[in-house]
Structures are given as C-alpha cells and as structure tokens.
C-alpha cells in the first residue's frame, strides 16, 4: 500500500513568486491536513480537507489557500511568497470515520526555500 | 485554545538504558486523544504511540510506554532498552475527538550514545 507522496520534494522560489504544493494520500484516505515546520514556530496546522471541503484552517494569512480534488488529492498554494515561508511543508491524511477518530499518516514533506 | 508543551529541547541516553520524554497539555475538553510521533532526519513524521483519553490504562508498543495522568493533563513516553535507531525528534501531539487537527509540542531531540 502506498504511502502519502508529496510532491516535489524541494522547491526554491524567490520572494514575491507564487508557489503550488501537491499531496497525494493513501488510497482510500478522503481527509488531508497540510503543516508548517519551521525551527522557530515548530509544526503548525494550516488546513484540513474531507471530501473536497476545507473542513478546519489554521492562522495562517490568506495568502494560503488550499484545496482538495474529487480523487482527495490535495494542493496547498502560496502566494506572494515571503522570507518566512520558508519551511517545510506536511501533508497528512487519514481514513476519518465521522466520529471515530483514525490514525494519521504523513508524507516525507516538501521543503521550500524561498530567496 | 489547546496547547502542548515540551519541557525538555534535548535528551540523551545510552544504548540499552532508558529515557523518559516529558509532555505536559492543556484542554477543556472530556473527549481527545495524545499522541506520540517520531521524526528521524529523513523527515517522515511516524506514529509512535497513541492515547485515548477515556482509556485509563497506559497505552504500550514494544519497548514504548506512556504515563497518561489525565489530572495533572500529563503524558510522558518512557524508552526502554535504547537503541541507536531511536534517536529522532520526538513530538507530543493533542486531537480533539472528531477533529483531525493536531496541536504539536516544540519537541524533544533524542541523543542515542553507543
């Protein structure tokens, strides 16, 4: 069974460019949840889809966007990007049974630099 | 707001002993989960250890055990017989039930020494 592929691994864009992060969950999965890793602000949630809805967002600007397609693959995008977008990038997805909580799986993430 | 916090940067540990990761958590809430996750140097988050809240008794994999102590909103991972491969960033992890987000602690680098 195939893991969470995110996809490239790593990116370099210059400030002010925009920028589009694929994930792709394990098959089966409807929900994925994106994070920011960086050294200094640790892991952050930015948003959560299930069945093509942005279901949760973090506080993140909305320069940060998101979204899920009908096979639940995912893209995050950034936008007029900064310094400080530099991170690494988490995808995380999970079978969510309503209620019952499962177990989530992530990807080996996108790491983006941006000069 | 729940929040997770990880006391404790950095720990070291000798091959065969056994370490103790400290996590300490906020919440209002009766219904969520705790989590453990590992995260070597080629960056994959993977899942250690996991807790239910309603559950009272400590949760075990192999040589990974947690001290849950729902009062006191504490949830420390104990190690046993270490090995080099454990050496990783460990984070703590807080879910509230039927939400998939997961609030992160900063994390605790694991030293291994042979």
């Known amino acids: 069974k195939a893991g969470v592929t995110q996809t490239p691994r790593y990116l370099i864009k210059t400030r002010g460019q925009q920028v589009t992060l694929s994930c792709s969950p394990i098959s089966g999965h409807r929900s994925v949840s994106w994070y920011q890793q960086t050294p200094g602000q640790g892991l952050q949630f930015l948003f959560e889809?299930?069945?093509?809805?942005?279901?949760n967002k973090g506080n993140f600007p909305g320069r940060f966007s998101g979204r899920q397609f009908s096979n639940s693959r995912s893209e995050m995008n950034v936008s007029t990007l900064e310094l400080g977008d530099s991170a690494l990038y988490l995808c995380?997805?999970?079978?969510?049974?309503?209620?019952?909580?499962?177990?989530?799986?992530f990807g080996q993430g996108t790491r983006l630099t941006v000069v | 707001a729940q929040t997770v916090t990880q006391s404790q940067p950095e720990m070291s540990v000798q091959e065969a002993e056994t370490v103790t990761l400290s996590c300490t958590y906020d919440?209002?809430?009766?219904?969520?989960?705790l989590f453990w996750y590992k995260q070597p140097p080629s960056r994959q988050m993977i899942l250690v250890i996991r807790?239910?809240?309603?559950?009272?008794q400590n949760a075990t994999e192999n040589r990974f055990s947690v001290n849950f102590q729902k009062a006191a909103k504490s949830f420390s991972l104990k190690i046993s017989d270490s090995q080099l491969g454990d050496a990783a960033m460990y984070f703590c992890a807080y879910r509230k039930g039927g939400s998939e987000k997961l609030v992160f602690g900063k994390g605790t680098k694991l030293t291994v020494n042979p």
């Open positions: 919440t209002s809430e009766s219904d969520y989960y």
């Open positions: 889809y299930f069945s093509e809805t942005q279901r």
């Open positions: 995380a997805s999970s079978l969510y049974r309503g209620l019952m909580n499962t177990e989530a799986f």
């Open positions: 807790q239910e809240a309603y559950k009272q």
